[in-house]
Nanobody, 125 residues
């Protein structure tokens, strides 16, 4: 059974940093595309950062480029999101997601099969 468990969320002031983690189990981790998505109240869920199977390439939303870094440790089956220079508009629930369908570089929520329960990030001004 696929399980994704996020951790590392919290409350920080603008300019601060947080590191999110997502522990994965129940599937062949190295063959999946993994991503971080977020959803703010009243807004649609959006892709923040994606790392494609094998870790050869990544995708970042324009709003987080240069501030967020996605990485993974295949041996630990863990996905990370380092978030620096946080802004109030980064506030939201952050979700880890996985899909085996990596061929077309999935970046939207509809392309992902498996989801974690989310971890809240709140950035105050």
């Amino acid at each position: 059974q696929v399980q994704l468990v996020e951790s590392g969320g919290g409350s920080v002031e603008a300019g601060g940093s947080l590191r999110l983690s997502c522990a994965a189990s129940g599937f062949t981790y190295s063959r999946y595309c993994m991503g971080w998505f977020r959803q703010a109240p009243g807004k649609e869920r959006e892709g923040v950062a994606i790392i494609y199977s094998g870790g050869s390439s990544t995708y970042y939303a324009d709003s987080v480029k240069g501030r967020f870094t996605i990485s993974q440790d295949n041996a630990k089956r863990t996905l990370y999101l380092q978030m620096n220079s946080l802004k109030p508009e980064d506030t939201g629930m952050y979700y880890c997601a996985a899909t085996p369908l990596c061929r077309w570089g999935p970046t939207t929520p509809d392309e992902y099969n498996y989801w974690g329960q989310g971890t809240q990030v709140t950035v105050s001004s």
